[in-house]
């Protein structure tokens, strides 16, 4: 399938469906933020213990910036990368699966960022140089401290570009613009992500923003749509 036709069908399921299961489809899962976050949590990683402030990492649930739509929600995610390695990312259960099977999984995230391409910036470009990333693993995701006092994930997402055994590379944080202003871009894996389901039919799955953009990066997630065949 033409690969811009695609996406059109993804934004179009995305405006007639709210979170949970798309129509009659178990296997095919959207949510849409502006009905609220449901069991999506949201952290960081890829920073030293207690700088927080520091690298003024901060989540909320809020409208979309201007000029978008501000009756629009999403889910915003924002942090300094004063590491050049900062890791934000959202994370939720996927139940109803089949147990200990594998799926072919695709992730389709629409977002709002407002990155110029053939931006430049401190250490990278706030757009090229910013990864948007997508998974799913077995076990939850989360950040534990090494032994050198920094915060790492617990799985394998690889690192900026380089992708890991339990994540991929989907795209960067360009707007597609000349400008510095907010605008929604939606990115999709070509070939599935293959993961297989525990006992219990259950997957965690995982998006988020890798950074090789030392300075701030703020990114609203407005709508996620992830199929499972």
Same mark, same amino acid.
């Given at each position: 399938?033409?690969?811009? @036709?695609?996406?059109?069908?993804?934004? /179009? /399921?995305?405006?007639?469906? *709210?979170?949970?299961?798309?129509?009659?489809? =178990?296997?095919?899962?959207?949510?849409? #933020?502006?009905?609220?976050?449901?069991?999506?949590? &949201?952290?960081?990683?890829?920073? =030293?213990?207690?700088?927080?402030?520091?690298?003024?990492?901060?989540?909320?649930?809020?409208?979309? =910036?201007?000029?978008?739509?501000?009756?629009?929600?999403? @889910?915003?995610? *924002?942090?300094?990368?004063?590491?050049?390695?900062?890791?934000?990312?959202?994370?939720?259960?996927?139940?109803?699966?089949? !147990?200990?099977?594998?799926?072919?999984?695709?992730?389709?995230? $629409?977002?709002?960022?407002?990155? =110029?391409?053939?931006?430049?910036?401190?250490?990278?470009? !706030?757009? *090229?140089?910013?990864?948007?990333?997508?998974?799913?693993?077995? +076990?939850? !995701? +989360?950040? %534990?401290?090494?032994?050198?006092?920094?915060?790492?994930?617990?799985?394998?997402?690889?690192?900026? &570009? %380089? $992708?890991?055994?339990?994540?991929?590379?989907?795209?960067?944080?360009?707007?597609?613009?000349? %400008?510095?202003?907010?605008?929604?871009?939606?990115?999709?894996?070509?070939? !599935?992500? +293959?993961?297989?389901?525990? %006992?219990?039919? $259950?997957?965690?799955? @995982?998006?988020?923003?890798?950074?090789?953009?030392?300075? &701030?990066?703020? @990114?609203?997630?407005?709508?996620?749509?992830?199929? #499972?065949?």
């Amino acid at each position: 399938m033409n690969k811009n @036709i695609y996406l059109l069908l993804m934004i /179009l /399921l995305f405006s007639g469906c *709210s979170d949970g299961d798309t129509g009659n489809d =178990p296997l095919q899962k959207s949510f849409n #933020f502006n009905t609220g976050v449901e069991e999506w949590q &949201a952290d960081f990683a890829d920073y =030293p213990e207690g700088e927080e402030s520091f690298y003024e990492l901060e989540y909320a649930y809020a409208a979309l =910036p201007s000029p978008l739509d501000q009756d629009d929600h999403a @889910i915003k995610q *924002s942090g300094n990368n004063h590491s050049d390695d900062l890791f934000m990312f959202i994370k939720r259960k996927i139940t109803g699966l089949k !147990p200990n099977s594998n799926y072919d999984i695709t992730f389709t995230l $629409e977002f709002a960022t407002n990155a =110029p391409d053939n931006s430049f910036g401190v250490g990278g470009s !706030p757009g *090229s140089s910013v990864y948007i990333k997508a998974g799913a693993s077995q +076990v939850e !995701p +989360v950040k %534990e401290l090494d032994d050198n006092g920094i915060y790492r994930m617990n799985i394998d997402k690889g690192n900026q &570009a %380089e $992708e890991g055994e339990d994540m991929i590379n989907l795209g960067d944080f360009s707007n597609g613009l000349e %400008e510095d202003v907010y605008a929604l871009k939606t990115l999709s894996n070509q070939d !599935p992500f +293959v993961m297989k389901s525990d %006992e219990n039919g $259950e997957i965690w799955v @995982i998006v988020g923003t890798d950074s090789g953009f030392e300075a &701030a990066t703020t @990114i609203y997630y407005n709508n996620i749509l992830i199929r #499972f065949d």
